[in-house]
């Protein structure tokens, strides 16, 4: 038996998106409500079909591209002489006040510069050595929830906390796992800080002392006073040699040879990647976790295949490749609920999408929320069916972008994959949840966000019952 898979409904009987104040304000509303419902409406309004690109009013210009070459032409175009950038973004100028020019925050020659010192710490090979911290993070919450099974529990924040121990294990060393959560908390003050500024009908400049900016600007300190600890005392063990290998101490290590980036500089990356890593990963479990929930015969094949796989023994990185199954699971959360759910730029000069003309100044939205569950591209568009990812099934590259394409590509996705197929390897064999007794819908904060929470009562894993 299978449940269908909660989404948003499109508003049944909108008419088209049209231009305007008028326009702006209803859409606006409708945005607000739920982000994922009114792009799910711009796909389909007066199309019998999905349609290629929409345009909707949102105070200025905006473009749903909903096409998966189009998507794929727009964010792999050249920066030099090329059509798109994250520059006059409200989202990007929002995190600048907490990123300043950090890799996600950074566009053109900076970005390109930073990119090229980060990315090797992120290459797939620099994963394998990292493998054993991700298992031994998910063996202890395993270990916890022993005592648990018949509990019901909050299932989004135990993957919070999951993550930020995978986290940690992955960039900065399982020893300072404590100051990592520390993070974890105050980044959910500051994602509300940051709804709050993209929620106002228009930006207030940072510098004028607007209560929502004052507190913003805190909170933001905060964080970085957080960093600037967990880096401080990375490089005094590096100094006396008792560093753990992850990504930090490698970085460090660059750094102190190199001089590249400078203290200010580095502590805006470290903060990137623990902002861009963290409710990422934490959301891509708790969906996985529910679509198991509530797709038993999935979870059994799961089960079997890591009995089959592992027997008694934990996962190491070989496996991640050999657990197929598993990485569909994977792959089709991400699929249904890719938790980031918007990618946006601005047209740099007018371009042609489809019979569509943007012009100059406009935002494109190109949504991997609505583009995963086109009927071009899925036999089963809205249902979870992981054999979407069986070997020789094929589809148009960027019809699948869960972590997004081209320069600003995600930079942690190997780490993401691996970490999410590891963590269920060594959960899902003696685990399961059963099916939320509360509808969930996905609605969005900063990622795409179960509504209202995702309470799942623990029970053992299919094979064992
Ligand atoms: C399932 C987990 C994850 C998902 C779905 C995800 C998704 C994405 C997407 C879609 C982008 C592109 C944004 C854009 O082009 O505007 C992105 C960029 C980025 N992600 Fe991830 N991400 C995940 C995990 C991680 C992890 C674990 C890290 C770091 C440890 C990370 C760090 C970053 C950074 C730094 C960028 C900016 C890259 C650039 O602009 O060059 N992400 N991510």
Redesign the pocket.
């Known amino acids: 038996m299978s449940h269908p898979v909660a989404s948003p409904s499109a508003a049944a009987g909108q008419p088209p998106a049209s231009r305007g104040l008028r326009a702006s304000l209803r859409n606006v509303e409708e945005f607000k409500a739920n982000p994922l419902a009114f792009y799910m409406r711009l796909t389909q309004d007066g199309e019998p079909g999905y349609r290629q690109v929409a345009f909707f009013d949102l105070f200025g210009p905006n473009y749903l591209v909903n096409d998966a070459d189009e998507a794929g032409r727009i ?1 792999t175009s050249a920066i030099d002489g090329g059509s798109y950038t ?1 520059d006059g973004l409200r989202f990007f100028e929002v995190m600048r006040r907490l990123l300043r020019r950090g ?2 925050t950074a566009e053109g020659d900076d ?1 390109l510069q930073q ?1 090229r010192i980060l990315q090797p710490s992120f290459q797939p090979k620099a994963m394998e050595e990292l493998a054993e911290g991700i298992v031994r993070a998910a063996a202890e919450t395993g270990a916890r929830w022993s005592s648990q099974v018949g509990a019901t529990l909050d299932v989004e924040g135990e993957m919070r906390n999951l993550a930020l121990d995978l ?1 940690a294990e ?2 900065i060393g399982g020893d300072l796992r404590d100051d990592v959560h520390e993070f974890g908390a105050l980044n959910e003050e500051m994602e509300d800080r940051l709804i709050e500024a993209m929620g106002s009908p228009f930006l207030i400049p940072a510098w004028i002392p607007t209560r929502g900016n004052r507190r913003f600007a805190e909170a933001a300190a905060r964080i970085r006073a957080v960093v600037a600890r967990l880096i401080a005392r990375r490089r005094a063990g590096l100094e006396a040699a008792r560093a753990p290998d992850v990504v930090l101490t490698r970085l460090l290590a660059d750094e102190l040879r190199t001089g590249a980036m400078g203290e200010r500089q580095f502590q805006d990356e470290i903060t ?2 623990l902002v ?2 963290y409710k ?2 934490a959301l ?1 479990l708790t969906w996985t976790w529910y679509l198991l929930a509530t797709h038993p015969d999935a979870s059994r094949r799961l089960a079997a295949e890591i009995s089959e796989q592992l027997g008694q023994r934990p996962p190491a990185f070989a496996d991640v490749r050999r657990l197929r199954y598993t990485r569909r699971v994977v792959q089709e959360a ?1 699929r249904l609920y ?3 759910w918007v ?1 946006n730029r601005v047209a740099v000069r007018p371009d042609q999408v489809g019979d569509v003309t943007i012009p100059r100044g406009a935002i494109i939205a190109i949504s ?1 929320y609505t583009l995963h569950r086109h009927p071009a591209h899925w036999s089963r568009p809205h249902d979870f069916h992981p054999d979407h990812f069986a070997e020789g099934v094929t589809r148009p590259a960027h019809a699948y ?4 394409a081209g ?7 190997h ?2 994959m691996a970490a ?1 197929v590891l963590a269920l390897a060594t959960l899902a064999g003696r685990y399961a949840f059963e099916p939320p007794t509360h509808p969930v819908v996905a609605n969005t904060r900063a990622f795409t966000t179960p509504d209202p929470g995702m309470r799942m009562r623990l029970t053992t894993a299919p094979t064992r019952i």
């Open positions: 964010l994250k890799l996600f970005h990119r986290l992955l960039l990137t990647l861009g890593g990422s990963t891509a991400l890719p938790p980031v990618v991997p972008l869960p972590f997004g320069r600003h590509k995600c930079i942690g996705n780490y993401a999410a």
